[in-house]
Structures are given as structure tokens and as C-alpha cells.
């Protein structure tokens, strides 16, 4: 079992950035996969990014590839997501995730992650 919870949400103008920060419990975090997702209101979850457990590959959505990056600090048990170029579209709840699956790919579908956040709210202003 691993607790999640993200911070470093606000309000941003467009243009601007943000890092939000997610910190995990336990012992195992370095053998997650861990996830961002994000929920505007009144639509689905979407997936945002991606850093495995091995390698420490990553994957993007292309809506934020070249603005967004993610990485991880193991010795710290905690995911990071840097947002640069922030768009009033990136305007969601963000959602930490993890997934113990092992997977040999890094898994894109919310339903493959096994723990969730509470979740953080990034507003950016036009």
C-alpha cells in the first residue's frame, strides 16, 4: 500500500509555471511507476505523464510534451511535474498516481494505476 499526496497547485497567469511536487509512503516507491493525470471539469480523466520504475523512462501526453517534464527522486520518495508555457487549457485537477504493476511499458490508462492522490488544482488565467 502507498499514500499519495501532491501539492504545489495555484493560480498561474498563461505563460507562467508551476512544479507540483506528489510524495509517497513506503519502502517501494522506486519499484512504481508513477503518473500524472488530470481532470478538467466536466471531462474525463486524462493522462499527462509518465516515469517508470526501472529506467526511469518517461512518456507524455502530446498536449504537454515540450512543456511539461516529469522525474523522480527515490532517496526522497516523491514524483515531480514541472509545468513551463502553462496554457489556460492546462486548467485541471492534477492527480498523482502510482502503479506497482512492474510493467515492461509505462502504462497510459488511469485504470492501470493502482493508488491515486487527492489530487491539486492548477488554474491558469488568460
Known amino acids: 500500500q502507498v499514500q499519495l499526496v501532491e501539492s504545489g497547485g495555484g493560480l498561474v497567469q498563461a505563460g507562467g509555471s508551476l512544479r507540483l511536487s506528489c510524495a509517497a509512503s513506503?519502502?517501494?516507491?522506486?519499484?512504481?511507476?508513477m503518473g500524472w493525470f488530470r481532470q478538467a471539469s466536466g471531462k474525463e480523466h486524462e493522462f499527462v505523464a509518465a516515469?517508470?520504475?526501472?529506467?526511469?523512462?518517461?512518456a507524455y501526453a502530446d498536449s504537454v510534451k515540450g512543456r511539461f517534464t516529469i522525474s523522480r527522486d527515490n532517496a526522497e520518495n516523491t514524483v515531480y511535474l514541472q509545468m513551463n508555457s502553462l496554457k489556460p487549457e492546462d486548467t485541471a485537477v492534477y492527480y498523482c498516481?502510482?502503479?506497482?504493476?512492474?510493467?515492461?511499458?509505462?502504462?497510459?490508462?488511469?485504470?492501470?494505476?493502482?493508488?491515486w492522490g487527492q489530487g491539486t488544482q492548477v488554474t491558469v488565467s488568460s
Open positions: 513506503g519502502r517501494t516507491f522506486s519499484r512504481y511507476t
Open positions: 498516481a502510482a502503479d506497482n504493476g512492474l510493467r515492461a511499458t509505462i502504462p497510459r490508462n488511469k485504470y492501470e494505476y493502482a493508488y
Open positions: 516515469i517508470s520504475w526501472s529506467r526511469g523512462s518517461t
